[in-house]
């Protein structure tokens, strides 16, 4: 079951670190320091979508290397 457990830790860290890579962070910080904010007259409602999606596929790429890790961590922890 450990050896299970980290190959799907690896593959749950190679398709995050992928998706990551492909969108992005996807937590966004201005350069100032503030946090990005739409403004809804300035752009049009299919690039805000667009954005949405890229961010939410960001989303799940970190979360999927953090069970990643967490698996290989288990599995680590269950060889024992």
């Not at 799907?8 to 492909?22: A, E, Q, R």
Request: charged share 10%; proline share 2%; hydrophobic share 50%.
């Amino acid at each position: 079951m450990g050896k299970l457990m980290n190959i799907l830790g690896l593959f749950s860290n190679l398709g995050g670190v992928l998706l990551l890579l492909v969108f992005g962070m996807p937590i966004r910080v201005a350069t100032g320091g503030g946090p990005v904010t739409w403004s809804t007259s300035n752009i049009s409602y299919q690039i805000r979508k667009f954005d949405d999606i890229y961010s939410a596929l960001a989303w799940i790429g970190l979360g999927l290397f953090v069970f990643g890790t967490l698996l290989q961590a288990l599995a680590t922890l269950e060889r024992r």
